[in-house]
């Protein structure tokens, strides 16, 4: 049952500025005060653990509306496409196909799948997407760090840090106090992707009389827009793993998003039998992008990915977000499921589709997007 309530009018103690041009905060950057919100209030679930004191905020982005582009132009090299004729592969060119490791955007690592689940804290399930980009984040520039941050924040869960025991406090059916931190006059909620953040948060501020629950992101993203908060802080004491995220990237994420989180759920799942023809299905209703850019010879095309065999997959995308962190400056366009299941039989030489390429990611053969395929008869 949601307690959500509206927090109250923000605080009145203003603290320094923080740096905001920069991802990670440095030693001599003013930090943030943490209070506790006491009107402020989440749904039940929660888990016992400890929780942190922030961190500065350094750093934010916002993905660039994109133009639209008819379905029906060429293909282009997007991930390894790769000319007829053999040529030397440059030496930052992506592979045939999204590889297991792929250094890239300052190591970040491409992934076909999520990493194998943990619980840094026993009880605590982590968020280990969410968790393992933010350990990117001293690596990257940081508008590409935000974008990875925020892309994968569409998914699971996160911790929520709650003033005393939040059990005790829902039992008794009363607000839960959340951790926030106050910059000046702007006030942004604490948010944390494993108990290991937790833990570091807890040793640096030292108050025991804290919990933490658990709560889908959705959830906690709604709650954040209707509490007006300016955005949150993930994983603050984590220096360099934090970030900041607006309000206005979060408000134009989550608009942008599938309600559900279908795809980016299932692709974060383990990797059943079942899968492939799951994520096949979803693509029927979800939204979806492709990513525009150029062809050789300037001519608009849509990126698409090649295997060693030369083998065909065009390049869909769950999210303009994660078309964004790509790094190529393409343009993401959606397109509605019929339109793909056009653009799949006109081109008989398209093998299949690669979904969310940035990872974790899937490939789907022609038989397996029978669901899709069957909108265009």
């Given amino acids: ?140 520039p940081a508008s590409q760090a935000l974008l990875d941050v925020a892309r994968q924040l569409l998914q699971g869960h996160v911790f929520l840090r709650v003033k005393g025991d939040a059990r005790t406090l829902l039992a008794e059916g009363k607000p839960l ?16 992707s494993s108990g290991a953040a937790l833990q570091a948060s807890l040793k640096a501020d030292g108050d025991s009389d804290t919990s933490a629950m658990g709560q889908p992101v959705l959830t906690v993203l709604q709650h954040v827009f209707a509490s007006k908060y300016d955005g949150i802080v993930l994983d603050p004491a984590s220096t360099p793993s934090r970030a900041v995220l607006p309000t206005e990237l979060l408000t134009r ?54 295997t060693p065999d030369g083998e065909r997959f065009l390049e869909v995308y769950s999210h303009p977000l994660e078309v964004a962190v790509m790094g190529r400056g393409d343009n993401a366009v959606p397109i509605k499921a019929e339109q793909l299941a056009r653009a799949l039989r006109s081109d008989d030489g398209i093998n299949g589709l690669v979904v969310d390429p940035a990872g974790p990611w899937i490939r789907l053969t022609r038989d397996e997007l029978a669901p899709v395929l069957a909108l265009a008869e």
Avoid: C
Avoid at 107 to 124: D, H, I, K, S, Y
Avoid at 186 to 192: G, N
């Fill in 177 to 192: 106090p959340l951790g926030v931190a106050n910059l000046g006059d702007r006030t942004f909620a604490l948010a944390y």
């Fill in 1 to 140: 049952m949601a307690l959500f309530s509206r927090r109250p009018k923000k605080p009145t103690e203003s603290s320094p500025e923080p740096a905001t041009e920069a991802t990670g905060a440095t030693a001599d950057e003013p930090a943030a005060t943490e209070t506790h919100a006491p009107d402020s209030a989440v749904p039940g679930g929660a888990d016992a653990a400890t929780a942190p004191s922030p961190a500065t905020p350094a750093g934010t982005a916002e993905a660039d509306a994109a133009p639209s582009v008819s379905i029906s132009v060429s293909s282009y090299g997007g991930l390894g496409a790769a000319p007829a004729a053999p040529r030397p592969a440059a030496a930052d060119e992506s592979p045939a196909e999204p590889p297991s490791q792929l250094p890239r955007m300052g190591g970040r690592e491409w992934m076909r799948t999520a990493p194998a689940q943990t619980e840094t804290v026993p009880g605590l399930r982590d968020n280990v997407l969410l968790r393992d980009a933010l350990g990117r984040v001293g690596d990257a």
């Fill in 253 to 306: 994420a989550v608009e942008q998003a599938d309600p559900e989180l279908t795809v980016k759920t299932l692709l974060a799942a383990e990797r059943t039998p079942e899968v492939s023809a799951q994520v096949a299905e979803a693509l029927t209703h979800v939204p979806l992008w492709v990513a525009a850019g150029l062809a050789e010879g300037g001519a608009p095309g849509l990126a698409e990915g090649r």
